[in-house]
């Protein structure tokens, strides 16, 4: 089985300060997780992904996300917030086993981004 | 390289009406297909997803149905839409299952159900 936890269902920040967009997970198996952006009526674009290589993985746009096994998270960053940031933001976890490709989505967080 | 399509872009149905969604890919063969609902503030629900022509796999019981007539054509059917139905429903596809198994979204339809 598998589950996720986005932390936060809204984040707001400032634009030029640091964003952190917190995601837990749980999974029987090594999962790959990743972070999905989705702004208004669009689809969702992928951000960045982990897939058991460096545990520190730099995606689009400058963000980040560090797998830490111990702690289960896998946790979004971005040094400095763009107001083109502003959207909401999907932790997605696949653990393999027989789930064949099928995903687990978090519940979304979403970004503001103040002038 | 590869897309995804889906249309109409928006809709609107009356209740007990009928509704067909189409999603095609093209770039690529033999994808595994998915099709998503996203109702306001309740994140994606995977509603059914297919591995191959005409196998389709249902992960939530509801009105819905889905077809895989081609190998990159999926069909999202309904024969009676209900209120509930409304939401935005969204295509996506990924490579046969194995570790890297990111899924790739099309851009997305808006269903309003009256």
């Known amino acids: 089985a598998q589950s996720v936890t986005q932390l936060d269902s809204h984040v707001s920040v400032s634009e030029g300060t640091p964003v952190l967009l917190r995601c837990n997970y749980s999974?029987?198996?090594?999962?790959?997780l990743f972070w999905y952006v989705q702004h208004p009526n669009k689809g969702l674009q992928l951000l960045l992904k982990y897939t058991s290589a460096a545990t520190l993985v730099k995606g689009i746009n400058g963000f980040e996300a560090e797998f830490k096994k111990s702690e289960t998270s896998f946790h979004l960053t971005k040094p400095s917030a763009h107001m083109s940031d502003a959207a909401e933001y999907f932790c997605v976890v696949w653990s393999g086993g027989t789930s064949y490709g099928k995903l687990t989505f978090g519940q979304g967080t979403i970004l503001t981004v103040h002038p | 390289s590869q897309t995804i399509h889906q249309w109409p872009a928006t809709l609107v149905q009356p209740v007990g009406s009928p509704l067909s969604l189409e999603c095609t890919v093209e770039?690529?063969?033999?994808?595994?297909l998915y099709w998503y609902r996203q109702a306001a503030g309740r994140g994606l629900q995977l509603l059914f997803y297919?591995?191959?022509?005409?196998?389709i796999s249902s992960e939530v019981p509801q009105n819905l149905s889905a077809s895989r007539p081609q190998d990159r054509q999926f069909i999202l059917s309904s024969k009676k839409l209900l209120l509930s139905d409304s939401g935005f429903y969204l295509c996506a596809w990924s490579t046969g299952a194995g570790y890297y198994n990111e899924q790739f979204f099309g851009p997305g339809t808006r269903l309003t159900v009256l």
């Open positions: 770039g690529t063969s033999n994808p595994n």
């Open positions: 297919s591995v191959g022509i005409g196998q």
């Open positions: 999974s029987s198996y090594s999962p790959s």
